[in-house]
DNA sequence: CGAGCAATTGAGACAAGTCAAAGCTGGTGG
DNA sequence: CCACCAGCTTTGACTTGTCTCAATTGCTCG
């Protein structure tokens, strides 16, 4: 563990150097970056800020999963991002969370205290574009995400969280998701239903149900297979190319 | 009308001057700006573009009301943004519409062809950062409403939408909303429900259970006034200081 | 005045929620 | 090494909010 932290402190090999929010850098503005950067790791279930603290960084992940949610008076809560390698995390010019962040496994951030990074960010373009780039995706994928609150069933929903999550871990390595792609679900079910608009309860009823018609296979609670990808894309309810191209 | 144009011709009298993506240009900036841009007006009801359909401009809202939506195979369809003036429509760098746009009123849109405007993005760091604060204020609205999509109640939803509404109607006006203010919903019956994942029935009904219990009244169908306008934020379900800060 | 569209209202069906009880599983301490 | 505990998950029985289908009303405009 330890050697690994410390060849994260090294931005060339960086697990996330090619897609984060540096990766347009160029040697010099990377050494800038690289200058007011931090790590913190934080363990599984830990806050990472509440809505209404004060922020005083952003951030990229580096490894692990974070959240991001909003909860009503009542308890009801929705996620609404769900942060994976690479994305970033927090807002230049916005002093307060207006979200709970919560890490979801062991998870390391590549921290930037603020005021240097929007200093950075007027200064070097690059990281603007990418900044900007990286924003439309994560508004696109609100907006798919929004489909499925919105019109879609409880089994499709389970299976377009399946297919997103196939389809961000396999592009991690760069790949397509394959028949007979194996991956670990990074969620519990609790956190499923938080990111689905369900009750974990659904949720559990719904997953049991796609195992029970051959689209999923489980070893355990977390790990899953899809021995026929197509099939998980039927049953999503998204037409042929299955949304917006990665 | 045909005054109206002219005016419109004008950036300098241009209605969304001060909030739109060329709200930070300095005078020979917007020059650059003015001499990429035409003018499109669309009839209520009428497309903008398909979604899959080639888009060779971006553009602001001058004046009207477009939407995003997005349809399923069987006809579902969600509305993933509603687009009033000021907003800006389309995404550097993409050539094909990821969704339907389609205009909601007498639609104004101030264009300009796709190409050029990359161009200019990339040399012009006030439009570059512009647009990133407007893509992140878009990015915060969707999420605001993926907690309504995923957890309210069809009330909740209801009165969300009508405060939303209420909202940025004040704020084109640089005021917040007032006790008895009134102002004109927009939207048919079925575009609030494609809005909030509803059925057309239900948002007809919960407006009329509003109306009943006194927290809006209506004149004709579109025309709402807000007597109390606390008791209706009351009714989203968000805490007191109705979540976002505008 | 009547055609056409938007909105309302009602009755019944159903998907998902609620409440409750077991079942697993992995870790801790006797 | 096993027993037990705690947290997560599954499953069941019942309730309910929203949808579906259908009929009616109200507007607007030719």
Not at 23 to 39: F, R, T
Not at 148 to 164: D, F, N, P
Not at 182 to 188: D, G, N, V
Not at 209 to 224: H, M, P, S, T
Request: glycine share 6%.
């Amino acid at each position: 563990m330890t050697e690994l932290l410390l060849e994260e402190r090294n931005c060339e090999s960086c697990p996330i150097r090619h897609r984060a929010v540096c990766s347009k850098c160029e040697p010099d503005e990377l050494h800038l970056l690289d200058s007011i950067k931090y790590y913190r790791t934080y363990e599984a279930g830990q806050p990472v800020v509440w809505a209404g603290d004060e922020m005083d960084f952003v951030a990229s992940v580096v490894s692990g999963i974070a959240t991001l949610s909003q909860t009503m008076e009542d308890g009801r809560t929705q996620m609404v991002g769900l942060l994976l390698p690479s994305d970033f995390l927090g807002r230049p010019g916005r002093v307060t969370a207006p979200y709970d962040v919560t890490s979801n496994s062991n998870l390391t951030l590549c921290c930037f205290r603020r005021r240097p990074f929007e200093k950075l960010l007027h200064d070097t373009p690059s990281i603007a574009q990418r900044l900007l780039e990286m924003t439309l995706d994560e508004l696109d994928a609100a907006r798919q995400w929004m489909l499925i609150l919105g019109r879609k069933t409880a089994r499709e929903k389970i299976a377009s969280l399946l297919t997103i999550i196939a389809q961000r871990e396999a592009s991690l390595h760069k790949r397509r998701p394959t028949d007979g792609s194996t991956f670990e679900l990074p969620l519990t079910r609790e956190a499923m239903a938080d990111y689905l608009g369900l009750t974990l309860e659904t949720v559990s009823r719904q997953v049991s149900a796609l195992k029970r018609d051959g689209i999923i296979e489980l070893e355990g609670k977390r790990l899953v297979t899809v021995p026929d990808f197509e099939a998980l894309m039927a049953e999503t309810g998204d037409d042929a190319d299955g949304g917006l191209p990665v």
